[in-house]
Nanobody
Framework: QVQLVESGGGLVQPGGSLRLSCAAS????????MGWYRQFPGKQRELVAT???????NYVDSVKGRFTISGDNAKNTVYLQMSSLNPEETAVYYC???????????????WGQGTRVTVSS
């Protein structure tokens, strides 16, 4: 009923930049927040950044000043502009949305399929 489709991953050199996009579609009644998580090999998924429809943002400390999350409420889309990337940030990046599909159901978490970001020379 709800789909999150990511794009923008790929190979980037150390110090380079990359922009991820994620569009939510389907039966969406209300969005509480959208954001990005990442998963390093052999590790649990971790928060990167989130944004609310009102524009409030939250970042993990390690990306502050280098990553910028933004959103387009009309398109149910969230972006992650990443700069000064380092090889240790090679991971699969997942789009996340906390949303309701109708007025009765509670907020529920939805995930994209993941997009791989590789930082390497």
């Amino acid at each position: 009923q709800v789909q999150l489709v990511e794009s923008g991953g790929g190979l980037v050199q150390p110090g380079g930049s990359l922009r991820l996009s994620c569009a939510a579609s389907g039966s969406i009644f209300s969005i509480n927040r959208m954001g990005w998580y990442r998963q390093f090999p052999g590790k649990q998924r971790e928060l990167v950044a989130t944004i609310t429809p009102g524009g409030s943002t939250n970042y993990v400390d390690s990306v502050k000043g280098r990553f910028t999350i933004s959103g387009d409420n009309a398109k149910n889309t969230v972006y992650l502009q990443m700069s000064s990337l380092n090889p240790e940030e090679t991971a699969v990046y997942y789009c996340y949305a906390l949303l309701k599909i109708n007025s009765v159901r509670p907020f529920n978490a939805y995930w994209g399929q993941g997009t791989r970001v590789t930082v390497s020379s």
